[in-house]
């Protein structure tokens, strides 16, 4: 995680104050990045999309769809022509579309893997949602898909440019709360229809953890600044539950930091619980909500005492500042900060995690 580059493009005022020049100019000064978004369900169409009128270099240039009523609909809305609608048969077309520069993947986790690739070979840029993939071997042939192609994947990991994540990280970092000893996250909101696909194992690749869990792992990675070690999982799922069939309900993880700080981790499906407490030597610093939409709370000192405001994201908002910036990415021939490797370190450590539950067992990590 590139803390100091993040610094300097808050502190030069975000993406505004960057320069457009470099040798894989993909874009003329001026010209807003176009993005394709694949899956016009709750998060792409309810949250992404209107988030484009928030965006500084970033525009909506296509739909992707099953239903082709709802995509001329919503092309309709945003003055998108005809030959900017896609069907998941004809998506590879897609390389034939200059308005096109970036396909944002917002379909169930199975389905990530393949769209990446198709997006990649049809030579777009690709900004894929969390959990990258469904396994790490997945991962691993999206992000040689992307280097094949010389395209820059990013995965969806909204709250590095949230603003109040990002006041967090920097304070651990700066070291306000002295030495860091011990990290805790619960991550848990109550799941509903038993049909739906995040319920099914072969949509979703999993439970709570592919869903919600990862925003813990995550925390846990962005605010130590470490990579675990050593992971030890303990799973428990009513089964009798119709909603837990097919995948886990709550799972608890613990995460072994190099400098001996513990990470213990909660996540489920039928709780409601959005909580960050990193404890140091000589405080704390605790989110509550932390990684949600909106709300974000902050504290830090000592117990809950002292509340503290956020300095600006690079965005007007977490998703603004995310699409802005792999348009950067592209313009400026550089990795997001979120790339396809960080989504794989995730992958990594999820699968240990599902294994240390199986086996009941501690998992070293490589
Ligand atoms: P959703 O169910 O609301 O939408 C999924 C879309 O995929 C729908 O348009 C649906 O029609 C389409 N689809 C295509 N094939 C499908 C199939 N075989 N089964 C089911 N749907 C199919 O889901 P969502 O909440 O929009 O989640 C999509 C992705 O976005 C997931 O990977 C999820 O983890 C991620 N997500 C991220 C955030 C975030 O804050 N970063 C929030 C919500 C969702």
Known sequence: MDLSRRD??????????????????????GRKLGYAIVGLGGYGLGKIIPEFANCTHSRLAGVVSGDRAKAERVAA???????????????????DNPDIDIVYVCLPNAMHAAYTIRAAKAGKHVLCEKPMA??????????????????????????????????????ARAGEIGKLRYFRSEHAYPQ??????????????????????????????????????????????????????????????????????????????????????????????????????AGHRLWVGNRRD????????????????????????????????????EGLRDMRIIEAIYRSARERTRVVLA
């Open 192 to 293: 509903g229809d038993p049909s739906q696909w995040r319920l099914k194992r072969a949509l979703s690749g999993g439970g709570s953890l592919m869903d919600y869990g990862i925003y813990a792992l995550q925390a846990a990675r962005y605010m130590t600044g470490e990579e675990p070690i050593a992971v030890y999982a303990h799973e428990s799922t009513d089964r009798s539950d119709p909603r837990f069939h097919e995948v886990e309900d709550q799972i608890e993880f613990q995460l072994e930091f190099p400098s001996g700080v513990i990470g213990s981790c909660l996540s489920g499906y039928s709780a409601n619980q959005n909580h960050v407490l990193l404890l140091g030597d000589k405080a704390r610093i605790e989110m509550e909500p932390a990684t949600g939409y």
């Open 77 to 95: 809305e945003h003055n998108l022509p005809a030959r900017s609608i896609y069907s998941y048969d004809n998506f590879d077309r897609i390389a």
């Open 306 to 341: 002292t509340e503290i405001t956020p300095r600006p994201g690079p965005g007007k908002t977490q998703w603004a500042g995310q699409l802005d910036h792999l348009a950067h990415c592209v313009i400026e021939d550089r990795e997001p900060i979120v790339s396809g490797e």
């Open 8 to 29: 300097v493009m808050m502190a030069a005022g975000g993406l505004a104050a960057l320069t457009l020049p470099g040798a894989d100019v993909r874009a003329q000064p």
């Open 134 to 171: 469904i396994s790490v071997a997945e991962s691993e042939a999206m992000i040689a898909a992307c280097k094949a192609a010389n395209r820059k994947l990013m995965i969806g990991y909204r709250c590095h440019f949230e603003a109040t994540n990002l006041e967090a990280m920097r304070r």
